[in-house]
T-cell receptor, first 113, second 115 residues
């Protein structure tokens, strides 16, 4: 079984500042890792994913994440945030069949002007 | 529209009543998932269909919850004898078998409130 811990429930940050949203996972088997974003009044959408290969993964809207197997982490980063990045971000893990995602509790990113 | 459609978007019911929530996945997506999201928590897996059959129903909390997908497209999540603890947003997602492993396309959810 897999589990995900998102270490911060809320992250406030000023516009144009860098941000890192932390995610740690636990699994006894190889995993796929994902970040999903939920904008206000919208459904969840995929931001980026790690399946295999390069541990640095780039996603939409300038976000990237790095898979660190030794630290069991998959932190999400953006060098310069915009007001429009205000949303809730969910880290998720699955086994390599990819059939059942286990989500973290989410991190609310609040970008202030 | 081309996305996952869920109805109703909001449902208020009384304790003990029966509720049905409907999901219409993206055309051609053979995999369909139901998740439940309680306030302040991430989505919690309930059940996964591959075609018409439930491939994994290990997340259904008890026998009051049941889901069907009779023709391999639209799915209905059924909750009997609702309890206040069933109040949550019920999310449906679908995925394509041929591309983007692990990418689920989510609907906007059905918010269930049990009074």
């Amino acid at each position: 079984a897999q589990s995900v811990t998102q270490l911060d429930s809320q992250v406030p940050v000023f516009e144009e500042a860098p941000v890192e949203l932390r995610c740690n996972y636990s699994s006894s088997v190889s995993v796929y890792l994902f970040w999903y974003v939920q904008y206000p009044n919208q459904g969840l959408q995929l931001l980026l994913k790690y399946l295999s290969g390069s541990t640095l993964v780039k996603g939409i809207n300038g976000f990237e994440a790095e898979f660190n197997k030794s630290q069991t982490s998959f932190h999400l980063r953006k060098p310069s945030v915009h007001i429009s990045d205000t949303a809730e971000y969910f880290c998720a893990v699955s086994d390599t069949r990819g059939n059942k995602l286990v989500f973290g509790a989410g991190t609310i990113l609040r970008v202030k002007s | 529209g081309a996305g996952v459609s869920q109805t109703p978007s909001n449902k208020v019911t009384e304790k003990g009543k029966y509720v049905e929530l409907r999901c219409d996945p993206i055309s051609g997506h053979t995999a369909l998932y139901w998740y439940r999201q309680s306030l302040g928590q991430g989505p919690e897996f309930l059940i996964y269909f591959q075609g018409t059959g439930a491939a994994d129903d290990s997340g259904l909390p008890n026998d009051r919850f049941f889901a069907v997908r009779p023709e391999g497209s639209v799915s209905t999540l059924k909750i009997q004898r609702t309890e206040r603890g069933d109040s949550a947003v019920y999310l449906c997602a679908s995925s394509s078998p041929t591309r983007n492993t692990g990418e689920l396309f989510f609907g906007e959810g059905s918010r269930l409130t049990v009074l």
